[in-house]
């Protein structure tokens, strides 16, 4: 059990462009998923995966967000022509199985959009 | 929609002292999560309870859910600096929905040695 694996770490990017950020989760999780965090705030809530299925999508994902998990193992989180509203730390987190189960989480990518 | 509040927002307490930190929620909670999170860092699991009056300990941590289940308690006895961190609440969505977390805002703790 190495964790939950998020790269990169950190990422700053000029408004406008494009990013993406990897997740690789624990290897016998079947359930991923993606929060947002910003200063002083809880995580919220973007969207989750059990295999390689989306099963859920927040409002807050607008179509500028997209995130995909082929094959089940890693998934990738897309910010299309980002915006300085984006800055924030994106957090990966994993799960073992259907059910009641704690999250097991990465230590996110802070993203900064200057 | 559920959501949680946590009190206090932030505490400051001199090592060796004793603190509580609650999460409430509007409506009943099926499944109650803490975690820890230090600055710039991922969030670190502690506890899960489910049961009405349920209570975990974990070294100096204890954690309560309450006989109605709409409030948590979490307590730290005989503080250390490295207690000083951001405690979430996070609870299950729904009864029957094991789809996703939702989390309170946090509660900052610093302890002065």
């Known amino acids: 059990d190495t964790g939950v694996s998020q790269n990169p770490r950190h990422k700053i990017t000029k408004r406008g462009q494009n990013v993406t950020f990897r997740c690789d989760p624990i290897?016998?999780?079947?359930?991923l998923y993606w929060y947002r965090q910003t200063l002083g705030q809880g995580p919220e809530f973007l969207t989750y995966f059990q295999n390689e299925a989306q099963l859920e999508k927040s409002r807050l994902l607008s179509d500028r967000f997209s995130a995909e998990r082929p094959k089940g193992s890693f998934s990738t989180l897309e910010i299309q022509r980002t915006e300085q509203g984006d800055s924030a730390m994106y957090l990966c987190a994993s799960s073992p199985r259907s059910g009641r189960s704690p999250l097991h989480f990465g230590n996110g990518t802070r993203l900064t959009v200057t | 929609s559920q959501e949680l509040e946590q009190s206090p927002q932030s505490l400051i307490v001199q090592e060796g002292k004793n603190l509580t930190i609650n999460c409430t929620s509007s409506?009943?909670?099926?499944?109650l999560y803490w975690y820890k999170q230090k600055y710039g860092e991922g969030l670190i699991f502690l506890m899960m309870l489910q049961k009405g009056g349920e209570e975990k300990s974990h070294e100096k941590i204890t954690a309560k859910l309450d006989e109605k289940k709409q409030q948590s308690s979490l307590h730290i006895t005989a503080s250390q600096p490295s207690h000083a961190g951001i405690y979430l609440c996070g609870a299950d969505a729904g009864k029957t929905s094991y789809d996703k977390v939702i989390f309170g805002p946090g509660t900052s703790l610093s302890v002065i040695p």
């Open positions: 409506k009943t909670l099926y499944g």
């Open positions: 290897s016998e999780h079947n359930r």
